[in-house]
């Protein structure tokens, strides 16, 4: 009986033990699952960028100078005064100005003028060649019309013109060789009489011949006249000639660009942002009398820009039109929008690294943002939506694989992932057992193991 009791007691014992060990480690397991920072897995959207910082600078800007020596007469603009192009800023005084730009006025008006003659005798020449034209018209008409009536002698039917004129020629001078004796004989010797007829008959048929020559001769004269008076018409047509008009606009501008030194006018159009001159000043040559400063800068504030330096490694990930997120240290509370519009084909070493230049076009810019500001920049290479995400900082990497550990029914349980484009804190998954609502761990201790107890204990 006292054995039997002692057994009983051993097994109690024994039972209490096993009892109260199990419990001791449902309660370790519950301390330590509570002890881990979860984050519940969920769709969303991972946008993936490359952070820079550059400075902003206007679409366009330009420092303007006085160019030659003179006062300044009148100032037409003040500080953030927007112009157009071509509009005058300042103006010296005529009576100051050198000697140089007083004549080139002169020379201005007579240049036009000779510019204009031109023109003027160009229509002239076009006029007297339209009348040249009619005159020499007529002239073929005359002479086509002479040549068409003219009867060719039988015995000249079948020469050319001057192979007749030679025959007739030839002839006419047998005849007078063969009359030359009888010429003083008596009037009425019949030898003389046969002869001179044969002489008159001979000088007949050469004169036939020169007339024939003479119709086909002006009818030449009068074709070729009226060819060169339709090229005259058609060179006229044209205006005068390109070359004498060409040298003569040279003199016009180059008359005008001496003039317009008295002046400083807007290249662009944009915004008077520096003035540092002003009526009475007494101008040298590249700025003021003492220190050759701008007399005006002009900005065009109409699109604001920033040039990023991006190294080789990320370069290739941007491309023009991706979206571009702007933060300014002395704009608070304030983010901005941008474009990506320009990068760089070609890199430069900076400080022993390749770096490009990205340029970037703000979007939204308003008051608030000046020439000048430096701003924090993240342009987005990647943006997926709806897609199921991990924190970079739950995954850990087991044999090669990619892991993330959830919380399953109290248990850490390791799941392998395969994942895809990250930004700095998410990752897309892929693929794998993580679905949307599990609990991922984001500090599981290093002593888990993949494929070990899901519990370890440490941590």
Known sequence: MKTLIITVIIIAIIAGGVYGYNLYQENQKERKTEDFQTITAAEGELVATIGATGEVKPRQTANLYWKTTGTVEEINVEVGDIVDVGEVLARLEETSLPQNIILAKADLVATKKALEDLYTQAEDAKIQSLNAITQYAQAVKRAQYQLDNYIVPADQADLGTLEALDLMEE???????????????????????????????????????????????????????LKDARENHEKWSKGPNPEDVAATEARIAAAEATIQLSWIEAPFGGTITMVNTQAGDQISAGGQTTVAIPAFRLDDLSKLLLDLQVSEVDINQIKIGQEVELTFDAILRKQYRGVVTEVANVGAVNQGLVEFVVTVELEDADDDVKPGMTAAVNIVVNKIEDALLVPNRAVRISDGDKLVYIIKEGQVTPIVIELGASSETMSVVISGDLTVGDEIILNPPTEFERGGPPFMGGG
Request: glycine share 2%; aromatic share 12%; proline share 4%.
């Open 171 to 225: 002839r006419l001078n047998q005849a007078r060789e063969a009359f030359e004796p009888y010429k003083y004989y008596p009037s009425g010797d019949e030898t003389r009489k046969e002869l001179k007829e044969a002489m008159d008959d001979a000088q007949s048929n050469y004169n036939s011949a020169v007339k024939r020559l003479e119709y086909e001769y002006n009818l030449e004269v009068a074709k070729a006249n």
